[in-house]
């Protein structure tokens, strides 16, 4: 039996199909109703790394298309709506990143879950750049997989988050068109950055610790990444307030973290 083990996976493909059933059971279990029927396109020319993620997909009620070639994935990533987009750097004919760019440069905001075997410092903030929502490099573990995955189904817009719009001063936050507006002047903002302050305005008045958003907005906690928290709420400000060093929508309550002003 062929292990996966050099690819990063702790499983053979026996466990997988068979002797795993039971951490796949528990696994899916978590699965909540943001996962059933999500419709994810999986973008990996690792025919045994695709068929695994196909897999685990599978068990939190995704349905699953593969593409197993760059400039395939990039029709296919444009072509229909997706709810996410796991995608492979080292595709062939086209890299991921430039799937991942072309695919934002085209207005497309579907959450892009990055795997790489290349996992240096400058690939992940490449990926990051080019508008990938998560990056996770190989090898990893079934379970890191499917959180990440949870995590940015999770930001997708339920009915009833679909219905908000919030009107605070002069900012108009709407979730549904992933817009937000100061008077009359459209607010550019990356996935995240709105996924964040979508967060905030949605508990607006309660307090959240970096490790609290890092967990709610990114879907991860990790004491190194919480320096990422403060750096996505200083973009937000100086995009936001009239005067980011006397800010009026996103405060800082000092030694604990960052609230949305109460409207
Ligand atoms: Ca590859």
Redesign the pocket.
């Known amino acids: 039996m062929r292990s996966l083990e050099t690819r990063g996976w702790s499983m053979t493909r026996s466990d997988v199909h068979a002797g795993s059933a039971s951490v796949r059971r528990m696994l899916a279990a978590n699965a909540m109703t943001p996962t059933n029927l999500a419709r994810v396109l999986v973008v ?3 025919a045994d ?1 695709a068929a695994l993620l196909e897999l685990h997909l599978r068990d939190l009620h995704a349905s699953v298309t593969r593409c197993d070639d760059g400039l395939r994935g990039l029709e296919a990533a444009l072509g229909q709506p997706w709810s996410l987009i796991v995608l ?5 004919h086209l890299d ?1 990143l430039e799937i991942c760019a072309r695919l934002r440069l085209s207005g497309n905001r579907t959450p892009v879950l990055i795997l ?2 290349r996992s240096s410092e400058s690939d992940r903030v490449i990926g990051l750049n080019v508008g990938a929502d998560d990056y996770l490099p190989k090898p990893f573990g079934v379970a890191e997989f499917i959180a990440r995955v949870r995590a940015l189904l999770r930001r997708l817009p339920t009915n009833e988050d679909n219905l908000q719009r919030w009107r605070i001063g002069d900012l108009v936050v709407d979730a549904m068109r992933r817009d937000v507006q100061r008077g009359h002047e459209h607010i550019a903002l990356t996935s995240r950055e709105f996924d964040l302050l979508c967060f905030l305005v949605r508990n607006s008045g309660k307090v959240f610790n970096r490790a609290q958003l890092l967990n709610e907005v990114w879907g991860f906690s990790n004491d190194s990444y919480e320096h990422t928290v403060s750096s996505h709420i200083n973009r937000l400000r100086a995009k936001l307030e009239s005067d980011p060093a006397r800010p009026r929508y996103l405060l800082t309550v000092w030694g604990v973290g960052y609230r949305f002003a109460e409207h």
């Open positions: 990996e020319d690792e790394i492979d750097l080292s595709l062939p991921g790489t075997a």
